[in-house]
């Protein structure tokens, strides 16, 4: 296991990014990966940004990542895939959730929320590859919104080496029992919408 490979996952408050950086570090670990996480909450519990580092290589120094190197940006929000863009590596793949939640400032009247086609213009800049999930969408087609997050490792998880049982028994391990099969269920769904089987 020589090759090494950056995450960085975006979220606002409450959207499960720390639960899915917790289970991506999992995996990475269960592939036989040296693996280290770093997080930063912010404004976490008022809506605000909250991002996760999470490396895998034979063998990872620091847990943060370099400005411009991430490999894979998984964003919860359209907003946050803008934020944090930058720190992708030129033609590096990124997963944007099409979810967009209007920040305080939007809502107050005193900023706009830019619109789809200026995103995917930037978004184009700097992605070799971007992938939109219908998240939201999905995860309340399985009866809760808040399995968004797992539908978005579910995608992400397409993108890896890594066989889908390992990430299927991480989550199993790592979400209360009563929702272990609504987990496995949008895991699943997140790896259909990428790869459009069913």
């Not at 950056?6 to 899915?20: H, M, R």
């Not at 978005?152 to 890896?160: I, N, R």
């Not at 990430?167 to 790592?174: A, D, G, M, V």
Request: charged content about 20%.
């Amino acid at each position: 296991m020589t090759q090494k490979t950056d995450f960085l996952l975006a979220g606002v408050g409450g959207q499960g990014t720390l639960l899915a950086s917790n289970i991506l570090a999992e995996v990475g670990l269960r592939a036989g990966y040296d693996v280290k996480k770093s997080e930063v909450h912010g404004m976490a519990q008022r809506g605000g940004s909250v991002t996760s580092h999470v490396r895998w290589a034979e063998k990872v120094y620091s847990p943060l990542i370099g400005q411009g190197e991430v490999d894979y940006l998984v964003a919860f929000e359209r907003l946050e895939a803008l934020r944090y863009i930058e720190q992708l590596r030129p033609g590096g793949t990124l997963l944007v959730s099409e979810h967009g939640i209007p920040p305080i400032s939007v809502t107050a009247g005193k900023d706009q929320y830019p619109t789809t086609e200026q995103m995917i213009h930037t978004f184009d800049q700097v992605a070799g590859t971007v992938i939109w999930i219908p998240s939201i969408k999905l995860a309340e087609e399985l009866g809760n919104a808040r399995v968004h997050n797992i539908i978005m490792l579910g995608a992400l998880s397409t993108q890896l080496n890594v066989e889908e049982q390992v990430w299927l028994e991480i989550i199993e391990q790592r979400v209360p029992a009563r929702f272990i099969e609504l987990n496995k269920k949008a895991f699943q769904r997140g790896r259909e919408v990428v790869t459009g089987h069913q």
